[in-house]
């Protein structure tokens, strides 16, 4: 990642421009997934951290501001839900962006009804995941922009 073009757009047809700086925490036991992540984040101006548990991804969230956190569906110590759990009273909440392999309409339906942002099948689709990554960060910088502009209007 990123692939030849440096911008794609969203559903909305919102400019991704994938040069940008942005920061992922994606937590995964899965070697394979991180793998992969890795290998696509290596080249790009958007930088990866690694969690492996529920409780590496707390202790990543206290110390790193992320717009964006790709979760397995399961973790050894918890899964999707918790991570969720965590995000939701965050004053800028990353935008949760939840894999699995075997993703049903069960769990699309779960996933996007409990607040998460979209889920994504694996083994990953690059062109899946950079649409995913850039459209989180694109709704999470949208928030944060009018976050800061009403904090500046109330003074």
Known sequence: MPPTKTVVHDARDQAIDLS??????????SVEDLAFLEDRFKDARWKLYIAR???????????????????????????WKDVLGQLAPMIERPRLIVFSRNADNR??????NLGAF????TPFREHELVFAIGSAWLDWEGEHEDHQSRKYAHG
């Open 53 to 79: 548990t529920y409780r590496e991804v707390l202790a990543q969230l206290r110390r790193l501001r992320v717009p964006v956190v790709l979760s397995e569906c399961q973790l050894p110590d918890g899964n």
């Open 107 to 112: 769990l699309w339906e779960e996933v996007l």
């Open 20 to 29: 940008v700086r942005m920061s992922v925490l994606a937590v995964s036991r």
């Open 118 to 121: 979209d889920l994504l099948i």
